[in-house]
């Protein structure tokens, strides 16, 4: 068990949130603790990860990637192969299942880039719930295809225009939505972080990647050295590592996005950075990225996914106590990664799970070859053309989008639906 002491990770966690919040979240914790022993729950939530999801996800050998590395076999863990394409469903079926039980109508969720929107959306057409997601004002406009698949899934996406009008603005707005209505309503919060129970509860329901892995590799003899997973705010890394968490052996690695550099405002490296700091913030104690006064930081990143301000409270907990290391790409070995792994493999990464593909490519050779890298492909790359395509081939895509514009305001088939 990994489980939390009382909501604690070490000194990180916790349950810093106003009155209002305590009883929905004892609430949650109570039907979770519940739930997780039932074994009809269980057995319902099995029937939908194999039919709905398509687990178990294959566990890949890479045989060109493991000739041209030159050390450990590389095996990737097909992570984005799941339905919805990425990790995020996983979580989002598990709470809006434990919702439905616990008599919820109504789900909520935050969301930045838009992935965890799609797949809590998707979720909860799947199983007939009402869905409304907060989606800061600046990230609805710039992440329109998200938007898009969010409305076709029947969720409402709901601007938020405080603050920055970003993640941070639509988990405050989340949280107050929950504190007035939680009697019908239940918020799925998309990683493993925030007050408890919520890492519990994620980390809970990502941790069907790290015991299919186990049980892949029990299986095909297969003797892992390392682990590999990128880490944004550490859903699919800590549920990837969490049946070897208490082991001596493998080693687990955790990547994080670097951006552009190391200097204050260049990256998301809230383990290896410059400007990490320990805080309380949105409800939870960890390592986030904040100057002197406790303030948050700007973070960048080319992957949408990675570029939050903190980390789950689990992770900082086994950063700091060794068990995880934690190493930051830049977004150019990131794209490196994408390539080479496409290429040589025909597997397309999604430009979060990338950082961790680039992580293998640098320790390769550190581990002997009768041991085996296994990378969390925790997304596939689909969803990004529109960031890898301006990069990769700049003025051809430019050109298509003017002329798909043209095509579409001339087009007086096209009406709006
Ligand atoms: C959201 C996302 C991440 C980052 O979130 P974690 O909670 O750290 O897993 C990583 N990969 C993909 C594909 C994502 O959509």
Not at 74 to 79: N, V
Not at 127 to 142: F, I, P, S, T
Not at 312 to 338: C, H, K, N, V
Request: aromatic share 8%; charged share 25%; glycine share 10%.
């Amino acid at each position: 068990m990994t489980h939390s002491d009382n909501g604690f990770f070490g000194k990180y966690g916790g349950m810093y949130v106003a009155e209002v919040l305590r009883r929905p979240l004892d609430e949650l914790n109570a039907a979770f603790a519940f739930y997780m022993n039932d074994s009809e729950f269980i057995e319902e939530l099995d029937i939908i990860r194999r039919d709905y999801i398509g687990r178990e996800t294959p566990l890949y050998f890479a045989p060109t990637a493991t000739q041209l590395l030159g050390g450990a076999q590389i095996y990737i863990k097909l992570e984005g192969l799941a339905n919805t394409g990425a990790h995020k469903i996983n979580n989002a079926i598990g709470q809006c299942l434990l919702a439905k039980r616990m008599g919820k109508k109504r789900i909520i969720a935050e969301t930045g880039a838009g992935q965890h929107g799609v797949a809590t959306a998707a979720a909860c057409a799947k199983l007939g719930l009402e869905c409304v997601v907060y989606m800061g004002e600046v990230d609805v406009y710039r992440q329109q295809p998200n938007v898009a698949t969010m409305e076709l899934y029947g969720a409402k996406v709901v601007p938020v225009d405080s603050g920055s009008r970003t993640l941070k603005d639509a988990v405050n707005e989340a949280m107050r939505d929950w504190a007035a209505n939680f009697e019908t309503t239940h918020y799925v919060l998309g990683s493993a972080l925030g007050p408890a129970p919520f890492p519990d509860i994620v980390r809970e329901f990502q941790s069907v990647i790290g015991r299919e892995v186990k049980r892949q590799c029990a299986e095909r003899k297969i003797e892992i050295g390392a682990m590999v997973a990128c880490v944004g705010g550490g859903s699919n890394s800590i549920g990837f590592f969490e049946p070897f968490i208490n082991e001596k052996e493998p080693r687990l690695i955790g990547a994080e996005a670097g951006g552009v550099g190391p200097g204050v405002g260049e990256n998301a490296s809230r383990m290896t950075g410059n400007a990490s700091r320990e805080g309380i913030v949105q409800g939870y104690k960890s390592r986030f990225l904040l100057d002197e006064d406790g303030q948050s930081l700007p973070t960048r990143s080319i992957s949408a996914g990675l570029d939050y301000m903190g980390i789950g409270p689990q992770l900082a907990e086994l950063g700091m106590s060794g068990r995880i290391e934690f190493t930051s790409i830049l977004d150019a070995e990131a794209l490196e990664a994408i390539v080479f792994f496409a290429r040589n493999e025909g597997v397309l990464f999604a430009m979060e799970s990338a950082h961790a593909g680039a992580a293998a490519m640098k320790i390769a050779k550190e581990i002997p070859s009768d041991k085996a890298i296994i990378i969390n492909m925790s997304g596939r790359g689909d969803k990004d053309l529109f960031i890898t395509n301006p990069v990769f081939r700049r003025s051809e895509w430019i050109q298509f989008l003017k002329a798909e514009t043209e095509r579409i305001e001339s087009d007086k088939d096209i009406h709006d639906k």
